[in-house]
């Protein structure tokens, strides 16, 4: 298992390092990131803006710029911002915290509600039950995410009307002056915290529940569940002791590649619900050309992605013992 | 294969339900369409019920939502851009969310009003005036009671300080914003214990009131750095005034806390010499995108923002329960740039005939006008309509008429050919497409830009529209021939305006903000000669001259005068819009209605 994880660790980081390369390369053509300096009313002097290229090594030819950069990295020089108060590190390292609140949250609902619906569905497939299970999956498989965060948002503001009292909010991680009291905070958090994450994760449900129906159902029809049944086994002991644990083995497979599409998915999350995550920090830092900016998130990104990976390659095995990592 | 338990056929399952199924299965069908139905016809618009007015909100710029409030309760006030940078002064800190938290701590000796007169900071000085005038001597005498949030008294040494971090030949490594006015400066002295503070111009400055705009503690500074060298200058000034959130105030307010998340909680400034404030808290809260202001304005999660108006939001806003809204004149100007470095636009009468055809109403119509039905045509290149100085010359010009006919007429008494189909030079070339470089996603520009591509097509004039997310990169390439963009008109005239019409260096296609290379030797020496008079009337007329020698070249098409759209909680008073100033130029007046 070992030898399995730093394998999977060490080709990572060749891919990291061609992906970096290729987003530097985009970002660095993509526009100046001094334009908007340049832009200003009035316009500030030649020497000003030198100064800024200078700060930003906008002076030095490309490959150097990459190559320091890279260098660095392991040493945490993720580079300066073209934002002079942010530490590229100090910002990943605080948002991250933000988006792994997100993601994880969105995952694990994801998880819970995919496993419930298919197994229910499949339980009681062909019924009308089963039926608007599929319609519903569909419908968040096929509208998009910013769609269903529009309608959650006045949902939720509607909500708040109705109780007279702010229940659920629709911007921001926290509230800005939060309250005192543990229990209190536990709830601001969670307040904002509903609507995103349901959003983030309805689109992992309609496929997630679809894999787990299709799953169940495979596994309910197999030959050991029958001799289960006729064994006299209870149908909650032979659906839950049994038939589960052999059909969530898919969805972990599943889970774990869509991964990386929930960290895409909290982007737009990040945007329209304004949580100060990895996400916003990616196209804060692409508008505003901020080069160095782009290539440190993509790369603690990959890592991330790298890890977590890893860590449901890990989880299967324990599902299914017959699997072993060399 | 199918488990035959599991196997249901849909034709005979309604029929094989019991009546108790059918009905629990109808009555949660009933609720799911009640639950996805009442969220939607929930209505949001209308007026309140309350004593105060919501809606659209009107009255004289200066005294608009005018009311008598209580004492205490947090506002909070929505910003747009991230902070990059705490230091109003400098080049990457000059950004909106900035300024609105600078007017705030940072004090300035003459503030902006809302219809772009001036009004002395009477917390800051008891008066401020040109003593002599050779050399330009002006004389500050600061209140004794005015002092920082640390306690320590607001003197001439902070006039100093400000005055050296932008004036290149004190500091040539500062990253100022800008040093109009402030490279002229001679000498700053401080006398009666720093609280008269006496500036020595090195040569006359008519627009002196833009000087000290927003003071920085050079007290603070000197803990930084040293203040007496330009290295240490230069390193208070660009690293430490710039990465650190100001503890420091001479305002109504001093920032408890910045939040990661980039937001800003202010509280009262026990040390402040003014009015207590109503507010208890004065929070500024970042949201960059302006349709989540909306919504969280809708929820309460915030008090007020301050957009960019385009249609939709308006609407949006309109529909808001509870909520008040002004929509009022900007002092920014919305206009067409010609650049004079395209052969084709060197001819005088080409440019009279685009800008002739171009009809300015239509595209007020199809833009502003969409919001405020009261929008006109800009009639002036160097005024807003609110700003003494302003005078209708463009219309005896045909600015904006939408006359093809007449732009026909000027263009064939040039010796023009093909006017109405594929315009032909006097030398026999075809006059190529023209380019009008736009930023994606902005959709009152690109219905404006498809206006005056129609309008041009009438006489004989193709223009081709490219999309770009780097408008300065483009236009300093020089890959345009007409462009569309904002000038802030603000009331130091010469000043701001000078660098977008002043002459370039021989040799060079643009310099300063003049990106379209005009250039009048006239309008240099007028604009020269504004700045440097001593007297008020002397300076108005050099400009209105400008004026009028600027709108004969034909080099710029003036549109209309910008809008600004500010919607609020309807129960908070005395809070307005102010192009220059931004709405917390008065915050220690904000508060909710008794």
Known sequence: MVTYVL?????????????????????SFSGDPLADLKAATPPPSPRVIELEEQRLHLDQPLLVRYGNWLVGLPQGEFGPSVRTNVRIDEEILSRAAVTFRLVIGAFLLALLISVVIGVISAYRQRTYVDHGFSFAALLFLSMPTFWFAVLLKQAGISLNDLLGRDVVYTVGEGSIIPPTGLAERVVDIAGHMVLPTICLALVSIGAWSRFQRAAMVEVLNSDFIRLARSKGLSRNRVLFRHALRAALIPLVTVSSMDIAALVSGSVVMEKVFQWRGMGDFLVTSISQRDAYAVMSWLAVTAVTVVVLNLICDMVYGLLDPRIRYA | MLSRDNRAYHSTEWIAMSPASRRRLLCMASLAVTVAV????????????????????????????????????????????????????????????VIDIASVIMPGVFTILPDGSLQLSKNLVEDAKVANNNPQTIVYRLRADAKWSDGQPVTADDFAYTWKVQDPDKCPECQAATTAGHEQIASVEGTDGGKTVTVVMEKPYSEWQQLFSSLLPAHVAKTYAPVDSPAGLAKGFNEAFATKAPTWSAGPFVIAESTPDGSVVMTRNGAWNGPRPHLEKLVFRLITDTTQQVTALQNHEVDVIYPTPQVDLVEQVKGLREVAYQVTPASHAHQMFLNLNSKPLQDRALRQAIITAIDAKEIIAKTIGQFDEKAEPLRSHLFV???????????????????????????????YTGVGSKLVAPNGQPVPALRLPLRGGQRLTTDEAELIKNALRAIGVEVSIVTTNDLIAV?????????????????????NQAPYYRTCPPG?????????????????????QALTTSSADERMAHLRRVNVLIADDYAFLPLYQQRLLLAYRGDLANIRANSSDFPTYNSHEWGYVR
């Open chain 1, 7 to 27: 394998r999977r660790l060490a080709l990572a980081i060749p891919i990291a390092v061609v992906a970096t390369f290729v987003v530097f390369l985009m970002v």
């Open chain 2, 38 to 97: 009442v969220p939607a016809c929930v209505a949001d618009g209308g007026s309140s019920a309350g004593a105060r007015p919501t809606g659209l909100v009107t009255g004289d710029l200066n005294t608009i939502n005018q009311a008598d409030v209580a004492d205490g309760g947090t506002a909070t006030y929505t910003i747009f851009n991230p902070i990059s940078n705490w230091n109003r002064l400098h080049a990457n800190g000059s950004t909106y969310s």
């Open chain 2, 385 to 415: 309509s609110n700003q003494p100085g302003y005078e209708d010359i463009h219309s005896a010009r045909g600015y904006g008429a939408g006359d093809a006919t007449a732009a026909a007429n000027i263009l064939r008494q040039a010796g």
């Open chain 2, 475 to 495: 236009a300093r390439q020089g890959n345009w021939e007409l462009a569309l963009g904002n000038l802030n008109r603000s009331p130091f005239t010469a000043t």
């Open chain 2, 508 to 528: 060079q296609n643009f310099c300063g903000f003049n990106l379209g290379n005009y250039g009048n030797a006239e309008v240099d020496k007028l604009f020269e």
